[in-house]
């Protein structure tokens, strides 16, 4: 953000992850990395939760994107507690564009501190809407047409509960990165930051597009979490039915 010119120091030492969402995700538990470039295949190590930081942001601009971390740890806290058990019928609502903005701004953090990497050898860090990719954090407004979270689950998938936060970084033919794929507690996600090119992605063909609510059903009751758009757009539902796991045989 040095470009705007108004940066206060020092220098933050920003969470790449918010440390309030890594709480919600560790819960009682520990939280632990793994798949990136400084660690060995398939090695998980355990951090603290304030371990996890990088130099990217001053004071002034990791405060004025706060606001995002925040409307990321309720969505993560609600879509958690709605997916670990049935406490009756519950309903949250959060602003999608809060969502996409903080995965943007997520994925940007772990870009530039060299987190992201394909196989052993870290990405540079470029993505394919460096030039206007401030103005896509500060407004919603300023999202290319079409851009945006697909939800790429059909209907009948199925899906295991679990609390992990996982990122893959997809890339042009000048390994600029132009989308990311997420798994959110165990659902799929894509995070386009292009106007929509089928020939590129045809796995988002018929793909949810920024989904309006995302429904968990269980027998006795229904959790809403409902995503709010202001692009004049219809937003359906994903809808989640819990099955009960099969009990392992003897």
């Known amino acids: 953000m040095r470009d705007l010119g108004s940066c206060v ?3 933050s030492g920003e969470h790449i992850i918010s440390e309030s969402v890594i709480r919600v995700l560790m819960g009682d538990g520990e939280f632990s990395v793994g798949g990136l470039p400084w660690l060995a295949p398939d090695e998980e190590k355990i951090l603290a939760p304030k371990s996890l930081r990088t130099n990217c942001l001053c004071t002034k601009h990791n405060s ?4 995002l971390d925040d409307a990321a ?3 993560f806290a609600s879509l958690k507690s709605y997916l670990e058990g049935d406490a009756g019928s519950r309903h949250a609502i959060v602003s999608g564009h809060d969502v996409e903005r903080w995965l943007l701004k997520t994925a940007k953090a772990a870009a530039v501190s060299k987190n ?4 052993r050898a870290p990405l ?3 993505f394919s809407r460096d030039a206007v990719l401030l103005d896509m954090l500060d407004e919603p407004r300023h ?3 079409g851009a945006g979270l697909y939800c790429t689950m059909n209907t009948g998938d199925r899906t295991l509960n679990n609390t992990r936060f996982q990122l893959q970084p997809l890339t042009n033919a000048q390994e600029d990165i132009e989308a990311l794929a997420f798994n959110i507690l165990g659902l799929s996600f894509v995070l386009l930051l292009e106007p929509l090119d089928e020939s590129n992605y045809p796995f ?3 793909a949810r597009y920024r989904p309006g609510r995302i429904v968990v059903s ?9 995503m709010s758009w202001d692009d004049g757009r219809a937003h359906a539902p994903l809808t989640m039915q819990f099955v009960q796991p099969m009990p392992a045989r003897p």
């Open 9 to 11: 120091g020092p220098i």
């Open 64 to 67: 004025a994107l706060h606001p």
């Open 73 to 75: 740890k309720y969505f």
């Open 116 to 119: 992201l990497a394909r196989g």
């Open 124 to 126: 540079s860090g470029a």
């Open 143 to 145: 999202w290319p047409e």
């Open 204 to 206: 988002l063909r018929g």
């Open 218 to 226: 269980y027998p006795a009751s229904t959790n809403w979490l409902t």
